[in-house]
C-alpha cells in the first residue's frame, strides 16, 4: 500500500484565496484524522470521519473550514477565504480500529501539506 | 489544561547517553498509548506502542502508569540519529469518540 496521499505537498496562495487541501487514507481503514501543526501549537485536530462521516469538528478554528469525505477513499480540508494565520502545514492521517481488547492501533500520516498565505 | 502535556525540551545529551521523557495525560478514560517520531519537516511516524505491562523495543522502553496518568520513554544508548522530536500520544475512547490526542513534543539531540 502506499500509504497516506496527500496533496498538494506545498501550496502557496493570496489572503482572500480559496485552498483545497486533499487526502487518499489507507484503503480499509475506517477513521480519517485531518490535523493542522505549528510551532506554536504542535498538533491540533481539526475533525476526524469514521465511515466517511463527520464524527467530531470541535478543533475547527472557524466557519472558515470545512472537510469533507464524499466516499471511503477521499477527503478534502477547505479554506475559505484564507488568511495568514492558516499557515502551517496540515497532515491527514487514518487508522483502523482495534477489533481486539488490549490491542493498539496507530495513526498513519501522510507528508502533510505546507500552507503558505501572503 | 492540556489533554497531554509533554517537557517541550530541548534535551541535548552525549552519544551514548540514556535519556527519558515523561507525558501525562488528563482523561482518565484512555485507553490506547503510544511514542511517536518525527524528524524535521516530515510527517510524525510511530515509534511505539505502550501497554500496560511497559514494553521495550531494543534501545527504547515505554512504560505507562495509569494510577498516575503518566507515560514515559527511555532511550538506552542514545545514538545521532535519535535526534528527532518525540511526541506521546493517547487515544481516547470515550462517549463514541475515537481519536489521537498529540502532545506537543520533547526535542532531543543527540551530540557527537
Known amino acids: 500500500d502506499a500509504g497516506v496521499i496527500q496533496s498538494p505537498r506545498h501550496e502557496v496562495t493570496e489572503m482572500g484565496q480559496e485552498v483545497t487541501l486533499r487526502c487518499k487514507p489507507i484503503?480499509?481503514?475506517?477513521?480519517l484524522f485531518w490535523y493542522r501543526q505549528t510551532m506554536m501549537r504542535g498538533l491540533e485536530l481539526l475533525i476526524y470521519?469514521?465511515?466517511?462521516?463527520?464524527?467530531?469538528d470541535s478543533g475547527m478554528p472557524e466557519d472558515r473550514f470545512s472537510a469533507k469525505m464524499p466516499n471511503a477513499s477521499f477527503s478534502t480540508l477547505k479554506i475559505q477565504p484564507s488568511e495568514p494565520r492558516d499557515s502551517a502545514v496540515y497532515f491527514c492521517?487514518?487508522?483502523?480500529?482495534?477489533?481486539?481488547?488490549?490491542?493498539?492501533?496507530?495513526?498513519?500520516f501522510g507528508q502533510g501539506t505546507r500552507l503558505t498565505v501572503v | 489544561r492540556k489533554e497531554v502535556e509533554q517537557d517541550p525540551g530541548p534535551f541535548n545529551v552525549p552519544e551514548g547517553a540514556t535519556v527519558a521523557f515523561n507525558c501525562t495525560y488528563s482523561?482518565?478514560?484512555?485507553?490506547?498509548f503510544f511514542w511517536y517520531r518525527q524528524d524535521c519537516r516530515k510527517e510524525p511516524k510511530l515509534l511505539m506502542s505502550?501497554?500496560?505491562s511497559g514494553n521495550e523495543d531494543g534501545r527504547f522502553t515505554a512504560q505507562l502508569n495509569r494510577a498516575s496518568q503518566y507515560i514515559s520513554l527511555l532511550i538506552r544508548d542514545s545514538k545521532l540519529s535519535d535526534s528527532a522530536t518525540y511526541l506521546c500520544v493517547v487515544n481516547s475512547e470515550t462517549s463514541g469518540t475515537y481519536k489521537y490526542i498529540f502532545g506537543t513534543g520533547t526535542r532531543l539531540k543527540v551530540l557527537a
Open positions: 505502550v501497554y500496560s
Open positions: 484503503s480499509g481503514h475506517d477513521y
Open positions: 482523561n482518565s478514560a484512555s485507553q490506547s
Open positions: 492521517a487514518s487508522s483502523v480500529r482495534a477489533r481486539a481488547a488490549g490491542k493498539n492501533t496507530e495513526a498513519f
Open positions: 470521519f469514521n465511515n466517511n462521516v463527520p464524527i467530531d
